[in-house]
C-alpha cells in the first residue's frame, strides 16, 4: 500500500511564495522518482516538475526559474518551493511517486507514474 500525502496549498497575493510538501508512505518497495502534477478547472493535468532517482530535475518551461523541487527525509518527502507566483499558477497540485521511465518526454507525463496524492490547492490573486 502506498499513501502519499500532500500539503502547504492556499492562497497568495501575485508575486509571493509558497511551498507544498509530499510526504510517501509506502509498504511496498516502490522507486523514488517522482513528480508533481496540477491541474486547473476545465484544464488537463499538467507536469509541473519531476526529480528522478539520481536527483536530476525536469522542470515545465512555465514554471522554469521560478519553481525548485527537492527530496529529504531518506527520499520519503517532496517538497515544491513555488516562487514568484502568477495568477496563472493557480490550480490543485499533486504529487506523484514512482516513475516507471526516463526517456525523452516522460518526466513529467501523467501516465509514466503509478501513485497519486489527493492533491492541495493553490489559488494566486492578482
Known amino acids: 500500500q502506498v499513501q502519499l500525502a500532500e500539503s502547504g496549498g492556499g492562497s497568495v497575493q501575485a508575486g509571493g511564495s509558497l511551498t507544498l510538501s509530499c510526504i510517501v508512505s509506502?509498504?511496498?518497495?516502490?522507486?523514488?522518482?517522482m513528480a508533481w502534477f496540477r491541474q486547473a478547472p476545465g484544464k488537463e493535468r499538467e507536469g509541473v516538475a519531476a526529480?528522478?532517482?539520481?536527483?536530476?530535475?525536469t522542470y515545465a518551461d512555465s514554471v522554469k526559474g521560478r519553481f525548485t523541487t527537492s527530496k529529504a527525509n531518506a527520499k520519503n518527502t517532496l517538497t515544491l518551493q513555488m516562487n514568484s507566483l502568477k495568477p496563472e499558477d493557480t490550480a490543485m497540485y499533486y504529487c506523484?511517486?514512482?516513475?516507471?521511465?526516463?526517456?525523452?518526454?516522460?518526466?513529467?507525463?501523467?501516465?509514466?507514474?503509478?501513485?497519486w496524492g489527493q492533491g492541495t490547492q493553490v489559488t494566486v490573486s492578482s
Open positions: 509506502a509498504y511496498t518497495y516502490i522507486n523514488d522518482y
Open positions: 526529480i528522478d532517482s539520481d536527483g536530476r530535475t
Open positions: 506523484a511517486t514512482d516513475g516507471r521511465h526516463k526517456g525523452p518526454g516522460w518526466a513529467l507525463h501523467p501516465l509514466n507514474y503509478r501513485y
